[in-house]
């Protein structure tokens, strides 16, 4: 079983990137504004996710760095807008969680996962409640900087990520992005 607690040291090459705010801004209209926003997947990280939200008119958000979603009880929310690290067996075990919590979710994923064995495997009942959203192109990450204590754009990853929705009952008009 992984360890949440050290998903961000366990291999920084998989978890130690961020969304970048413009990422976020391009699903905010598919986001409801009247719901608590749990930004899930903040266990020693810097992100920013929750000043983003906050900044793009998300007013109820919550999370923090040092609540472990695998571990801990989790806050009263509504529904996840997150991040997960991309570490197999993390995510493996962060996606049975969140099929098991039978909560609404958008998150972001590498496309490929949707296609593997877990993945079905996982959501085998709750298929029919899944939704990709779609960008136009791949989206960008961020990473901490320890010499300038900053956030810095990484250069477009090689693969491409979706958002992934559950329960969130999205037209599916509004599932290709512009």
């Not at 990280?45 to 007013?59: A, P």
């Not at 098991?100 to 298929?127: E, G, T």
């Amino acid at each position: 079983m992984a360890d949440f607690k050290k998903c961000n040291t366990f291999d920084s090459s998989k978890n130690d990137y961020y969304t970048q705010k413009i990422y976020w801004e391009k699903i905010a209209h598919l986001i409801p504004k009247d719901k608590i926003i749990y930004e899930a997947f903040l266990l020693n990280s810097k992100s920013k996710s929750i000043d983003y939200l906050k900044e793009l008119g998300f007013d109820n958000v919550v999370g923090h760095d040092k609540l472990d979603f695998l571990n801990h009880d989790l806050p009263k929310y509504d529904l996840i807008v997150s991040n997960p690290p991309f570490e197999t067996k993390t995510k493996t075990q962060i996606l049975q969680k969140l099929c098991d919590l039978n909560k609404p979710f958008i998150i972001v994923i590498n496309i490929s996962c949707i296609f593997a064995k877990y993945f079905r495997d996982i959501f085998k009942n709750q298929i029919h409640d899944l939704q990709i959203i779609k960008p136009n192109g791949r989206i960008g990450f961020e990473e901490y900087n320890q010499n300038t204590d900053k956030l810095d754009k990484c250069k477009m990853p090689a693969f491409y990520n979706c958002y992934l929705a559950y329960k969130m009952n999205i037209p599916e008009q509004q599932l290709w992005l512009k």
